[in-house]
């Protein structure tokens, strides 16, 4: 109910059948819990679709606590950032961000704001992957996790997230 409208609106990216920005509103499920992760698949998604301003807001309302932002959407957002002009609704996140982290921020090789449809749909299921593994299913992440790799053989946070989960599942020849 709640990824599938994700991997859908990918593939409508992919065709240009995106004609206006998605909304929470849109995807017709709720979203306990987990407002935050898909306002960031939102953030992706209309950046790719060219709804600049939308993803930006995506992108604020996708931290949900600044004082403990995710690594991963603060390093996609500070790209898109930079990479668009600077929308002035994420500046005061940016900038509490690199205050809090003085010694710079870090933002990984993969964290780039041109996707394919191929390669949202791996940020999905690589999502998908970690908030299961994090719910203490690894044997079920790993299955996510492959899929992504699959799509995204260039992904090294999914080979991490894999490393972790055969961990977790004393599987350490994997």
């Given at each position: 109910?709640?990824?599938?409208?994700?991997?859908?609106?990918?593939l409508?990216?992919g065709?240009?059948?995106?004609?206006?920005p998605?909304?929470?509103d849109?995807?017709?499920t709720?979203t306990?819990?987990?407002s935050?992760?898909?306002q960031?698949?939102?953030?992706l998604?209309?950046?790719q679709?060219?709804?600049?301003?939308?993803?930006a807001?995506n992108?604020?309302k996708?931290?949900?606590?600044?004082?403990n932002?995710?690594?991963r959407?603060?390093?996609?957002?500070i790209r898109?950032?930079?990479?668009?002009?600077?929308?002035?609704v994420?500046?005061?996140?940016?900038?509490?961000?690199?205050?809090d982290n003085?010694?710079?921020?870090f933002?990984?090789?993969d964290?780039?704001?041109t996707?394919?449809?191929?390669?949202?749909?791996?940020?999905?299921?690589?999502?998908?992957?970690n908030?299961?593994?994090?719910?203490?299913?690894?044997?079920?992440a790993i299955?996510y996790?492959?899929?992504?790799h699959y799509?995204?053989?260039k992904?090294?946070?999914?080979?991490?997230?894999?490393g972790?989960a055969?961990?977790?599942?004393?599987?350490y020849?994997?």
């Open positions: 109910q709640l990824w599938l409208p994700l991997v859908l609106a990918w409508d990216v065709s240009h059948k995106l004609t206006k998605l909304t929470l849109m995807l017709s709720d306990p819990g987990a935050g992760l898909v960031y698949h939102l953030a998604i209309n950046g679709a060219g709804f600049i301003d939308a993803a807001e992108f604020s996708a931290i949900i606590d600044p004082a932002p995710p690594t959407i603060m390093e996609m957002m898109f950032y930079e990479d668009n002009g600077k929308p002035p994420l500046a005061p996140l940016v900038a509490a961000y690199r205050k003085p010694d710079g921020v933002v990984s090789e964290a780039v704001t996707f394919t449809p191929q390669d949202g749909i791996a940020e999905v299921l690589f999502t998908i992957g908030v299961v593994h994090s719910a203490g299913v690894a044997q079920d299955i996790l492959h899929l992504a799509l995204k053989p992904f090294p946070l999914v080979s991490l997230s894999l972790d055969y961990s977790d599942l004393k599987q020849d994997r």
